[in-house]
Protein backbone atom coordinates (compact mmCIF):
# COMPACT_ATOMS: atom_id res chain seq x y z
CA UNK A 1 0.00 0.00 0.00
CA UNK A 2 2.99 2.48 -0.54
CA UNK A 3 2.89 3.15 3.26
CA UNK A 4 5.74 2.93 6.25
CA UNK A 5 4.73 -0.17 7.44
CA UNK A 6 1.70 -2.82 7.15
CA UNK A 7 0.41 -5.00 9.76
CA UNK A 8 -1.78 -7.96 8.65
CA UNK A 9 -4.33 -9.51 11.46
CA UNK A 10 -7.49 -10.47 10.32
CA UNK A 11 -7.56 -9.15 7.10
CA UNK A 12 -7.04 -5.57 8.79
CA UNK A 13 -4.32 -3.71 7.53
CA UNK A 14 -2.64 -0.55 9.39
CA UNK A 15 -1.17 2.34 7.24
CA UNK A 16 0.86 4.39 9.20
CA UNK A 17 1.30 7.07 6.61
CA UNK A 18 -2.58 7.44 6.47
CA UNK A 19 -3.40 6.47 9.59
CA UNK A 20 -6.21 4.83 8.70
CA UNK A 21 -7.69 0.93 9.46
CA UNK A 22 -8.25 -0.19 5.90
CA UNK A 23 -10.70 -3.27 5.81
CA UNK A 24 -11.33 -3.28 1.99
CA UNK A 25 -10.06 -1.85 -1.25
CA UNK A 26 -13.43 -1.00 -3.40
CA UNK A 27 -12.75 -0.19 -7.07
CA UNK A 28 -15.81 1.59 -8.80
CA UNK A 29 -15.37 1.89 -12.31
CA UNK A 30 -17.16 5.01 -13.25
CA UNK A 31 -18.46 8.45 -12.85
CA UNK A 32 -21.05 7.46 -10.28
CA UNK A 33 -20.48 10.31 -8.25
CA UNK A 34 -23.24 9.76 -5.75
CA UNK A 35 -21.85 6.08 -5.27
CA UNK A 36 -18.21 7.31 -4.89
CA UNK A 37 -19.29 10.51 -2.33
CA UNK A 38 -21.96 7.85 -0.10
CA UNK A 39 -18.69 5.45 -0.20
CA UNK A 40 -16.12 7.44 1.02
CA UNK A 41 -18.27 9.32 3.20
CA UNK A 42 -19.94 6.57 5.35
CA UNK A 43 -16.82 3.75 5.04
CA UNK A 44 -14.17 5.67 6.22
CA UNK A 45 -11.97 2.44 6.72
CA UNK A 46 -12.28 1.59 3.54
CA UNK A 47 -10.49 2.62 0.40
CA UNK A 48 -12.32 3.58 -2.23
CA UNK A 49 -10.72 3.91 -5.34
CA UNK A 50 -12.23 5.58 -8.43
CA UNK A 51 -11.43 4.52 -12.14
CA UNK A 52 -12.66 6.94 -14.93
CA UNK A 53 -11.56 7.11 -17.96
CA UNK A 54 -13.23 10.97 -18.08
CA UNK A 55 -15.14 10.74 -21.05
CA UNK A 56 -17.04 13.72 -22.24
CA UNK A 57 -20.00 13.25 -20.47
CA UNK A 58 -17.56 13.17 -16.71
CA UNK A 59 -16.57 16.04 -14.71
CA UNK A 60 -14.71 16.13 -11.65
CA UNK A 61 -16.46 19.13 -9.47
CA UNK A 62 -19.03 16.26 -8.91
CA UNK A 63 -16.54 14.49 -6.44
CA UNK A 64 -14.71 17.57 -4.84
CA UNK A 65 -16.26 17.08 -1.45
CA UNK A 66 -14.26 14.00 -1.35
CA UNK A 67 -11.39 14.67 -3.48
CA UNK A 68 -9.33 15.56 -0.66
CA UNK A 69 -10.46 12.55 1.95
CA UNK A 70 -7.49 9.64 2.90
CA UNK A 71 -9.95 6.97 2.20
CA UNK A 72 -10.43 8.13 -1.54
CA UNK A 73 -8.08 7.70 -4.60
CA UNK A 74 -8.97 8.94 -8.03
CA UNK A 75 -6.91 7.32 -10.95
CA UNK A 76 -7.79 7.90 -14.62
CA UNK A 77 -7.59 5.20 -16.75
CA UNK A 78 -9.44 3.23 -19.36
CA UNK A 79 -11.29 -0.44 -18.57
CA UNK A 80 -10.40 -1.49 -22.20
CA UNK A 81 -6.24 -1.31 -21.67
CA UNK A 82 -5.90 -5.13 -20.37
CA UNK A 83 -2.18 -4.57 -19.42
CA UNK A 84 -2.88 -0.87 -17.30
CA UNK A 85 -6.02 -3.36 -15.74
CA UNK A 86 -3.87 -6.23 -14.57
CA UNK A 87 -1.64 -3.92 -13.34
CA UNK A 88 -3.83 -2.26 -11.54
CA UNK A 89 -4.98 -4.88 -9.91
CA UNK A 90 -2.16 -6.37 -8.76
CA UNK A 91 -1.24 -2.69 -7.38
CA UNK A 92 -4.01 -2.22 -5.09
CA UNK A 93 -5.14 -5.00 -3.96
CA UNK A 94 -8.58 -4.49 -5.10
CA UNK A 95 -11.55 -6.76 -2.62
CA UNK A 96 -14.79 -5.85 -4.40
CA UNK A 97 -15.66 -4.62 -7.37
CA UNK A 98 -18.37 -1.82 -8.53
CA UNK A 99 -18.32 -1.91 -12.65
CA UNK A 100 -20.50 0.94 -13.48
CA UNK A 101 -18.22 2.01 -16.43
CA UNK A 102 -19.78 2.06 -20.17
CA UNK A 103 -21.52 4.50 -23.16
CA UNK A 104 -24.82 4.64 -22.15
CA UNK A 105 -26.83 7.68 -24.25
CA UNK A 106 -29.17 5.55 -26.30
CA UNK A 107 -29.85 7.59 -28.99
CA UNK A 108 -25.98 8.20 -29.81
CA UNK A 109 -25.95 4.00 -29.87
CA UNK A 110 -27.81 4.42 -33.14
CA UNK A 111 -24.60 6.31 -34.60
CA UNK A 112 -21.61 4.72 -32.71
CA UNK A 113 -22.69 1.12 -32.07
CA UNK A 114 -19.26 -0.20 -32.57
CA UNK A 115 -17.75 2.57 -29.66
CA UNK A 116 -20.13 0.82 -27.87
CA UNK A 117 -20.37 -2.41 -28.29
CA UNK A 118 -15.79 -1.77 -27.42
CA UNK A 119 -16.24 -0.52 -24.49
CA UNK A 120 -19.51 -2.08 -22.52
CA UNK A 121 -18.81 -5.69 -24.10
CA UNK A 122 -15.00 -5.50 -24.30
CA UNK A 123 -14.36 -3.24 -21.51
CA UNK A 124 -16.10 -5.24 -19.25
CA UNK A 125 -14.68 -8.85 -20.53
CA UNK A 126 -11.22 -7.38 -19.75
CA UNK A 127 -12.41 -5.85 -16.28
CA UNK A 128 -14.11 -9.19 -15.17
CA UNK A 129 -10.98 -11.33 -16.39
CA UNK A 130 -8.73 -9.41 -14.16
CA UNK A 131 -10.88 -9.10 -11.34
CA UNK A 132 -11.45 -12.99 -11.37
CA UNK A 133 -7.27 -13.60 -11.61
CA UNK A 134 -7.07 -11.30 -8.38
CA UNK A 135 -9.45 -13.50 -6.69
CA UNK A 136 -11.92 -10.11 -5.98
CA UNK A 137 -14.61 -11.09 -3.37
CA UNK A 138 -17.32 -9.93 -5.15
CA UNK A 139 -17.66 -8.29 -8.92
CA UNK A 140 -21.06 -6.15 -9.36
CA UNK A 141 -21.89 -5.49 -12.63
CA UNK A 142 -24.27 -2.37 -13.45
CA UNK A 143 -27.02 -3.31 -16.11
CA UNK A 144 -29.91 -1.73 -17.27
CA UNK A 145 -33.70 -2.03 -17.85
CA UNK A 146 -33.49 -1.77 -21.64
CA UNK A 147 -32.02 -5.54 -22.13
CA UNK A 148 -35.77 -6.62 -21.53
CA UNK A 149 -36.85 -4.24 -24.35
CA UNK A 150 -39.45 -2.84 -24.26
CA UNK A 151 -43.33 -3.99 -22.72
CA UNK A 152 -47.13 -2.65 -22.69
CA UNK A 153 -48.21 -4.87 -19.75
CA UNK A 154 -45.65 -7.73 -18.90
CA UNK A 155 -44.12 -7.39 -16.11
CA UNK A 156 -40.37 -8.08 -16.44
CA UNK A 157 -38.72 -10.19 -13.38
CA UNK A 158 -35.03 -11.30 -13.62
CA UNK A 159 -36.17 -14.97 -15.28
CA UNK A 160 -37.47 -12.64 -18.39
CA UNK A 161 -35.42 -13.56 -21.50
CA UNK A 162 -33.61 -10.09 -22.91
CA UNK A 163 -34.72 -9.12 -25.69
CA UNK A 164 -32.82 -5.63 -26.32
CA UNK A 165 -34.17 -3.01 -29.08
CA UNK A 166 -31.43 -0.80 -29.47
CA UNK A 167 -27.60 -1.20 -29.55
CA UNK A 168 -26.88 0.27 -26.29
CA UNK A 169 -29.09 -2.10 -24.57
CA UNK A 170 -27.80 -4.85 -26.33
CA UNK A 171 -24.48 -4.33 -25.62
CA UNK A 172 -24.86 -4.32 -21.94
CA UNK A 173 -27.18 -6.97 -22.78
CA UNK A 174 -23.92 -9.12 -23.93
CA UNK A 175 -21.62 -7.92 -21.56
CA UNK A 176 -24.22 -9.17 -18.86
CA UNK A 177 -23.83 -12.92 -20.50
CA UNK A 178 -19.52 -12.55 -20.42
CA UNK A 179 -19.61 -11.86 -16.36
CA UNK A 180 -22.57 -14.30 -16.10
CA UNK A 181 -20.65 -16.77 -17.61
CA UNK A 182 -17.44 -16.41 -14.84
CA UNK A 183 -20.03 -17.46 -12.19
CA UNK A 184 -21.29 -20.34 -14.07
CA UNK A 185 -17.36 -21.25 -14.96
CA UNK A 186 -15.34 -20.54 -12.25
CA UNK A 187 -17.87 -19.81 -9.54
CA UNK A 188 -16.72 -16.57 -9.53
CA UNK A 189 -18.62 -13.93 -7.14
CA UNK A 190 -20.42 -12.22 -9.78
CA UNK A 191 -23.69 -10.05 -9.12
CA UNK A 192 -26.01 -8.36 -11.92
CA UNK A 193 -28.26 -5.21 -11.22
CA UNK A 194 -30.95 -3.90 -13.66
CA UNK A 195 -32.09 -0.38 -12.73
CA UNK A 196 -34.69 1.84 -13.81
CA UNK A 197 -33.83 5.57 -15.39
CA UNK A 198 -32.00 6.93 -12.51
CA UNK A 199 -32.41 10.85 -12.19
CA UNK A 200 -30.31 14.07 -9.93
CA UNK A 201 -27.70 15.77 -9.74
CA UNK A 202 -24.24 15.65 -11.11
CA UNK A 203 -26.01 14.05 -14.30
CA UNK A 204 -24.65 14.64 -17.33
CA UNK A 205 -27.54 16.41 -19.49
CA UNK A 206 -27.63 14.08 -21.97
CA UNK A 207 -30.30 12.67 -20.45
CA UNK A 208 -33.86 13.39 -20.29
CA UNK A 209 -34.58 14.87 -17.34
CA UNK A 210 -31.41 17.24 -17.29
CA UNK A 211 -32.34 18.15 -20.37
CA UNK A 212 -35.74 19.01 -20.22
CA UNK A 213 -34.69 21.23 -16.94
CA UNK A 214 -31.75 22.61 -19.02
CA UNK A 215 -33.66 23.72 -21.77
CA UNK A 216 -36.52 25.21 -19.71
CA UNK A 217 -33.98 27.20 -17.46
CA UNK A 218 -32.58 28.71 -20.80
CA UNK A 219 -35.81 29.74 -21.99
CA UNK A 220 -35.97 27.32 -24.81
CA UNK A 221 -38.49 24.21 -26.05
CA UNK A 222 -38.09 20.42 -24.63
CA UNK A 223 -37.67 18.54 -27.29
CA UNK A 224 -39.57 15.19 -27.35
CA UNK A 225 -38.87 12.69 -29.62
CA UNK A 226 -41.87 10.84 -31.93
CA UNK A 227 -44.90 10.91 -29.59
CA UNK A 228 -43.84 11.19 -26.57
CA UNK A 229 -46.64 8.35 -25.43
CA UNK A 230 -42.84 6.39 -24.23
CA UNK A 231 -43.60 6.11 -20.41
CA UNK A 232 -40.32 5.67 -18.46
CA UNK A 233 -39.96 4.58 -14.51
CA UNK A 234 -37.12 7.17 -12.60
CA UNK A 235 -35.62 6.36 -9.34
CA UNK A 236 -33.70 9.31 -7.38
CA UNK A 237 -29.56 8.90 -7.07
CA UNK A 238 -29.82 8.33 -3.08
CA UNK A 239 -32.68 5.50 -3.79
CA UNK A 240 -30.00 4.07 -6.00
CA UNK A 241 -27.16 4.79 -3.93
CA UNK A 242 -28.81 2.21 -1.08
CA UNK A 243 -29.64 -0.03 -3.39
CA UNK A 244 -26.22 -0.69 -4.68
CA UNK A 245 -25.23 -0.79 -1.02
CA UNK A 246 -27.71 -3.31 0.08
CA UNK A 247 -26.37 -5.57 -3.14
CA UNK A 248 -22.74 -5.81 -1.62
CA UNK A 249 -24.19 -6.12 1.73
CA UNK A 250 -26.69 -8.36 1.09
CA UNK A 251 -26.99 -9.59 -2.61
CA UNK A 252 -26.10 -13.21 -3.15
CA UNK A 253 -23.10 -14.34 -5.95
CA UNK A 254 -24.65 -15.32 -9.61
CA UNK A 255 -28.07 -13.68 -9.00
CA UNK A 256 -29.18 -10.96 -10.74
CA UNK A 257 -31.68 -7.96 -8.54
CA UNK A 258 -34.02 -5.69 -10.29
CA UNK A 259 -33.37 -2.00 -8.91
CA UNK A 260 -36.69 -0.19 -9.91
CA UNK A 261 -40.01 1.64 -8.81
CA UNK A 262 -44.07 2.01 -9.69
CA UNK A 263 -43.14 5.45 -10.52
CA UNK A 264 -44.19 5.63 -14.37
CA UNK A 265 -44.93 8.93 -16.25
CA UNK A 266 -44.64 9.61 -20.17
CA UNK A 267 -42.41 11.78 -21.53
CA UNK A 268 -44.92 14.46 -22.43
CA UNK A 269 -46.24 13.97 -19.33
CA UNK A 270 -42.71 14.74 -17.64
CA UNK A 271 -41.91 17.74 -20.23
CA UNK A 272 -45.60 19.43 -18.71
CA UNK A 273 -44.44 18.43 -15.32
CA UNK A 274 -41.36 20.40 -15.39
CA UNK A 275 -42.81 22.79 -17.25
CA UNK A 276 -45.63 23.50 -14.56
CA UNK A 277 -42.79 23.53 -11.85
CA UNK A 278 -40.14 26.05 -13.86
CA UNK A 279 -42.52 28.52 -15.94
CA UNK A 280 -44.96 28.33 -13.21
CA UNK A 281 -47.94 27.77 -15.32
CA UNK A 282 -50.57 25.06 -15.65
CA UNK A 283 -52.24 26.38 -18.71
CA UNK A 284 -52.70 23.49 -21.51
CA UNK A 285 -51.97 25.70 -24.01
CA UNK A 286 -48.70 27.26 -21.92
CA UNK A 287 -47.26 23.86 -21.34
CA UNK A 288 -47.47 23.08 -25.49
CA UNK A 289 -46.00 26.15 -26.09
CA UNK A 290 -42.40 25.04 -24.21
CA UNK A 291 -43.21 21.62 -25.69
CA UNK A 292 -41.27 20.61 -29.32
CA UNK A 293 -42.21 17.15 -30.93
CA UNK A 294 -38.97 16.06 -33.12
CA UNK A 295 -38.23 12.99 -35.38
CA UNK A 296 -38.36 9.66 -33.02
CA UNK A 297 -34.77 8.04 -33.10
CA UNK A 298 -34.92 4.10 -34.84
CA UNK A 299 -36.56 2.46 -32.28
CA UNK A 300 -38.08 3.75 -28.94
CA UNK A 301 -39.51 1.09 -26.23
CA UNK A 302 -42.82 2.17 -24.85
CA UNK A 303 -42.33 0.81 -21.39
CA UNK A 304 -39.82 -1.38 -18.84
CA UNK A 305 -42.39 -2.19 -15.93
CA UNK A 306 -39.77 -4.29 -13.76
CA UNK A 307 -40.47 -6.44 -10.47
CA UNK A 308 -37.70 -5.55 -7.66
CA UNK A 309 -39.29 -7.94 -5.47
CA UNK A 310 -36.23 -9.86 -4.99
CA UNK A 311 -34.57 -6.22 -3.72
CA UNK A 312 -37.45 -6.10 -1.47
CA UNK A 313 -36.75 -9.27 0.20
CA UNK A 314 -33.28 -7.86 0.62
CA UNK A 315 -34.56 -4.53 2.79
CA UNK A 316 -34.72 -2.04 -0.26
CA UNK A 317 -37.32 0.00 -1.35
CA UNK A 318 -36.83 3.77 -3.02
CA UNK A 319 -37.89 6.52 -0.16
CA UNK A 320 -36.99 9.98 -2.12
CA UNK A 321 -41.17 11.05 -3.34
CA UNK A 322 -40.71 12.00 -6.77
CA UNK A 323 -41.33 15.84 -5.16
CA UNK A 324 -38.95 16.39 -3.60
CA UNK A 325 -35.85 14.66 -5.81
CA UNK A 326 -37.26 16.59 -8.71
CA UNK A 327 -36.97 20.26 -6.61
CA UNK A 328 -33.53 19.08 -5.32
CA UNK A 329 -32.44 18.13 -8.96
CA UNK A 330 -33.93 21.64 -10.45
CA UNK A 331 -32.36 23.66 -7.92
CA UNK A 332 -29.01 21.40 -8.09
CA UNK A 333 -28.78 22.46 -12.00
CA UNK A 334 -29.82 25.90 -11.73
CA UNK A 335 -26.44 26.54 -10.53
CA UNK A 336 -24.15 24.06 -12.06
CA UNK A 337 -24.93 23.28 -15.78
CA UNK A 338 -21.96 24.24 -16.71
CA UNK A 339 -19.85 22.05 -14.86
CA UNK A 340 -19.05 20.40 -18.09
CA UNK A 341 -17.24 21.91 -20.79
CA UNK A 342 -19.45 20.53 -23.45
CA UNK A 343 -22.73 20.38 -21.29
CA UNK A 344 -24.37 22.90 -24.22
CA UNK A 345 -23.93 19.97 -27.03
CA UNK A 346 -26.12 18.41 -24.92
CA UNK A 347 -28.72 19.89 -25.26
CA UNK A 348 -29.34 19.17 -28.94
CA UNK A 349 -32.37 17.39 -30.00
CA UNK A 350 -30.11 14.47 -31.57
CA UNK A 351 -26.28 13.47 -30.78
CA UNK A 352 -23.54 15.87 -31.85
CA UNK A 353 -21.57 14.17 -34.52
CA UNK A 354 -18.32 12.97 -32.90
CA UNK A 355 -18.68 13.66 -29.02
CA UNK A 356 -15.76 11.15 -28.02
CA UNK A 357 -13.82 13.30 -29.16
CA UNK A 358 -15.06 16.08 -27.12
CA UNK A 359 -13.67 15.39 -23.83
CA UNK A 360 -15.12 17.69 -20.63
CA UNK A 361 -11.41 17.33 -19.30
CA UNK A 362 -11.51 17.60 -15.26
Known sequence: KNAEFIWNLSSLYYLQAKYIIVKYVFLLSCSASHVVVSLVKNYPNYLIINLDKLDYCASLKNLETVSGKENYKFIQGDICEPDFIKQLFETEKIDIVLHFAAQTHVDLSFWHALEFTYVNVYGTNVLVAAAHEANVEKFVYVSTDEVYGGSTDEEFDESSPKRPTNPYASSKAAAECFVQSYWERYQFPVVITRSSNVYGPHQYPEKVIPKFISLLQ?????????????????????????????????????????????????????????????????SESEMEHWMDYVKDRPTNDLRYPMSSEKMHNLGWRPKVPWKEGITKTIEWYRENFHNWKNSEKALEPFPVTDPFAQLSGP
Open 218 to 282: QNRKCCIHGSGLQRRNFLYATDVVEAFLTVLKEGKPGEIYNIGTNFEMSIAQLAKELIHLIKKTS
